[in-house]
């Protein structure tokens, strides 16, 4: 039984706050705050009519450190759930630490001046978040989250050493639009645009954005062609599975959505440096989001699946020599439309996060400190993975991948 404040009401936090709801035991008190109230109010509606539970709602700038702080005092909650963007992951920290509340997010800290993304801010907070004797843990989405949470797991049960990892994320669904992106579209673009970069003999080797293309065949959705990108727990997986050799991350997109991203970049439409218009500072990229449907829109026309896993080889744990095993999980857009109202990409991230959440709150996960995901007992969290939605499948493959 216990308090929860969510913080950010887009996509991912609907699905994450609808999840808690149908978990009373665990969740038995949700409060909800974003920048927007009347989205907070939108979610507690579709949360009243779908689960009878209420959700108390708030109106809140996370950048505003004193009113958030004394937000989180008022409520008291166990936990806070960052579900709002990157760019608050470190005033969300720090509200925390005065209010001594645990905190969870599910993305890692990014300025908004800079695309570039890394752990090193929040990992600087580590010894007053364990001074304090509170508990942080970091990127309990699906990637990172469940991704490593994969890995992690592999490493206990399947494999002694983790050699080479491969983690391909595809999203087979269709939406209908010409272009949108499936989750906030100002931190999508910046993500894909960004220089790829993969692990590889103890250091990060970067390549020009897209420029990696390889087929792949997806259970559930059939070939696509997927692209190695730069993602965040691929910091993480490389520090805490230290004998990595390579580690890569690959996303698959359709030719239409290179096509339009190439074209909006040519045109200078994602630019992140402010220009003047009509008297007004605007940055580019952000008046791109504003026109782009809304990630939370795409739910109603959505279909299709996601297939999103880890592809790992090492010494197998029963000294049987050198194997391969694929791990992943396949979603359904319509189906998790139909229990939440948001499409799978929503749903995949918000999901682990009520996961996450929970492991922290029944005390499964517990810690003073700020702790990625890989730090933890994943067995809890893979069974929970299976009860909440998100049933996970593992194959041993003939041999490491041919790319
Ligand atoms: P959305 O843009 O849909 O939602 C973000 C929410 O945060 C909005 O409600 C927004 O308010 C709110 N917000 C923004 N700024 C502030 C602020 N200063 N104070 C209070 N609230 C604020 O994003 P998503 O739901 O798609 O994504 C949420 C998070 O999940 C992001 O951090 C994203 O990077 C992460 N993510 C992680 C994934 C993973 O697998 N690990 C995958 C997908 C997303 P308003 O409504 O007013 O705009």
């Known amino acids: 039984m216990s308090k929860v404040l969510v913080i950010g009401a887009g996509g991912v936090s609907s699905v994450a706050v609808h999840k808690m709801a149908m978990n009373p035991a665990i969740f038995s008190d949700i409060h909800l705050a974003s920048r927007t109230r009347t989205k907070c109010d939108a979610i507690a509606e579709s949360v009243k009519a779908r689960t009878g539970v209420d959700v108390a709602t708030y109106a809140i700038d996370a950048e505003d450190v004193p009113a958030l702080s004394a937000l989180i005092e008022a409520i008291g909650p166990k ?114 645009t960004a220089n790829a970069r993969h692990w590889e003999n103890g250091q990060f080797v970067e390549t020009p954005p897209l420029a990696k293309k390889v087929a792949f065949d997806f259970e559930a ?67 791109l989001a504003a026109v782009l ?13 996601t297939n999103i896993g880890d592809i790992a080889t090492g010494e197998a744990l029963d000294g049987s020599g050198e194997k391969t095993f694929y791990i ?35 005390g499964a996960w517990t810690g003073e400190g700020v702790f990625n995901i890989e730090q933890m007992d994943p067995d809890p969290f893979m069974t929970m993975l299976n009860e909440h939605g998100l049933p996970w499948q593992v194959k041993e493959l003939d041999g490491p991948v041919a790319f």
């Not at 309990?140 to 494999?159: I, Q, R």
């Not at 727990?233 to 239409?256: C, K, N, Q, V, Y």
């Open 328 to 362: 992943y999980n396949i979603c359904d857009h319509e189906d998790a439309y139909a229990e939440t109202g948001n499409q799978a990409i929503s749903y995949t991230t918000g999901v682990p996060a009520m996961i996450g959440a929970a492991m922290m709150l029944t």
């Open 79 to 192: 936990l806070v759930v960052n579900l709002a963007l990157p760019y608050q992951d470190l005033t969300i920290m720090e509200a925390c630490l005065n209010a001594g509340t645990h905190y969870l997010d599910t993305a890692n800290y990014e300025p908004k001046d800079v695309a570039k993304f890394e752990y090193k801010w929040q990992w600087d907070l580590h010894d007053r978040f364990r001074e304090r004797g509170i508990m942080a843990l970091l990127g309990s989405g699906f990637d990172p989250g469940v991704t490593s949470v994969f890995a992690m797991w592999l490493k206990k049960h399947k494999l002694k050493t983790i050699r080479q990892l491969d983690i391909l994320d595809c999203n087979g669904g269709d939406h209908g639009q010409a272009f949108a992106t499936n989750f906030n579209p100002e931190i999508n673009i910046r993500e894909v």
């Open 221 to 287: 959705v059939g070939p696509k062609n997927m692209y190695m990108m730069y993602h965040e727990e691929l910091e993480s997986l490389a520090r805490f599975i230290p004998e990595l050799e390579r580690a890569r991350f690959w996303m698959t997109f359709g030719d239409a959505y290179i096509n339009h991203l190439t074209v909006l970049k040519n045109v200078g439409m994602i630019g992140i440096e402010p220009i003047e218009y009509q008297g007004q500072q605007i940055v580019p990229l952000q008046f």
């Open 293 to 305: 449907p809304k990630p939370e829109t795409l739910g109603p026309t959505t279909k299709g699946k």
